[in-house]
């Protein structure tokens, strides 16, 4: 049986949720921000309170944010600054172990995928969401077939790729 490092991205890798970050770049502009930012916040602690369900929180989340790839690539240079010490620490360990470490989120791949990397992690070893642009490159939803969009999701994906 294969060992693997299982690690998740938001809170964990980086100190901070990305979507949230992600909020602060998309509305800065926007008159009613405080009011979305506290509205995008609430959700996500109201699925980590388990007072709604996953799926419920990210839905009501990407709704929120009005993101475009303009803010994606301001929030991954964001992320980059908030990568939790114990991971800027452990460089090696995770060059050394690239086959065994796996990110497993519900965040999305599009700002993960560019913070983890240069760590040594493989983009074949990340498992994420992904989002739905429009022709305009505005986030207007996401793969809502990607196991991990949904209520334990995180489990169903590993039982499905480890066995």
């Not at 980590?48 to 993101?67: H, I, P």
């Not at 790839?69 to 010490?85: D, R």
Request: glycine share 6%; hydrophobic share 35%; net charge neutral.
């Amino acid at each position: 049986m294969n060992q693997y490092f299982i690690i998740d991205f938001d809170s964990t890798f980086t100190q901070v949720e990305a979507l949230d970050e992600l909020a602060r770049f998309s509305l800065k502009d926007h008159p009613e921000r405080e009011a979305i930012y506290k509205k995008i916040e609430d959700l996500t602690n109201q699925a980590m309170e388990g007072k709604l369900s996953f799926s419920q929180s990210l839905e009501g989340r990407v709704k929120l944010l009005q993101a475009n790839k303009n803010h994606l690539k301001e929030l991954v240079k964001h992320l980059k600054t908030k990568v939790s010490s114990s991971f800027s620490r452990n460089k090696k360990f995770f060059k050394d172990h690239s086959d065994e470490v796996l990110i497993v989120s519900g965040g999305f791949k599009e700002f993960i995928t560019p913070v983890v990397t240069p760590y040594g992690i493989k983009k074949e070893n990340i498992y994420a969401n992904t989002f739905v642009f429009d022709e305009k490159g505005q986030i207007i939803g996401y793969d809502r077939s990607n196991p991990l969009s949904e209520e334990g999701g995180k489990v169903k994906l590993l039982q499905n790729n480890l066995n």
